[in-house]
């Protein structure tokens, strides 16, 4: 049975990696992929990075934290995508800003800070870490628009969307993503059950009504 080897895997999720020196196909350990469970902390905020993620596959979630222990998701890295922060983080020998955490089983490649470095001196590499940059910054203007200028009940109905008519999802998960406390989120999706819109179970929440959703989301 024929196996794709970790820098043919690498190379066809992220192309630029055919030119980099050294090439993947040299590093020996550093090439070699890491298999993580989901729910593992892959780096944790304020910390030094110890490396580049690439990941093949899985998902990365990555999020800040506030004093009072909530936390805000800023972004995913799926397979084939680059991890703002950490670039950020090697590009100017700064501690992390975010700390991420698999949010499914996952493998990854984890390039050392030198050897991301002297990628760097590859123009095609280094065009693709400064698009993720300019990808992201999209991104982040979008959220911190939804934050700073939406209503919480607006940015709850729309993170029910999109997801099917019945979410296996915790109020906390929620509240996790829209950088609030479990129980506003608790107030706030009681309400629109009882408006007809949702029933709730043990971390379920059934959509009854997604036009009232979509209305809530996307005010005239």
């Not at 709850?156 to 993503?177: I, N, T, V």
Request: glycine share 6%; aromatic share 6%; hydrophobic share 45%.
């Amino acid at each position: 049975m024929h196996m794709t080897t970790p820098d043919a895997l690498g190379t066809a999720l992220y192309p630029a990696l055919a030119q980099v020196q050294p090439p993947l196909a040299s590093l020996g350990p550093a090439a070699q992929p890491v298999q993580v469970r989901a729910g593992t902390v892959l780096f944790h905020e304020n910390a030094p990075c110890q490396g580049f993620p690439l990941v093949l596959e899985g998902e990365i979630k990555v999020s800040r934290s506030s004093p009072d222990g909530r936390s805000l998701e800023l972004y995913r890295v799926v397979a084939g995508e680059l991890c703002l922060v950490s670039s950020a983080c090697l590009f100017r020998t700064q501690p992390l800003s975010a700390h991420g955490i698999t949010t499914q089983d996952s493998r990854l490649l984890l390039i050392p800070p030198d050897v991301f470095q002297r990628w760097l001196d590859t123009p095609a590499f280094r065009n693709e870490v400064l698009g993720l940059f300019a990808a992201r910054m999209a991104d982040l203007t979008a959220l911190v628009d939804a934050v700073a200028f939406q209503k919480l009940d607006q940015r709850l109905a729309a993170a029910l969307l999109g997801r099917g008519p019945d979410l296996a999802l915790s109020h906390q998960a929620l509240a996790d993503e829209l950088g609030t406390v479990r129980e506003i989120v608790t107030r706030l999706l009681r309400r629109f059950e009882r408006e007809g819109w949702v029933t709730l179970g043990r971390e379920h929440i059934h959509i009854v009504h997604s036009a009232a959703l979509r209305s809530m989301a996307s005010p005239a």
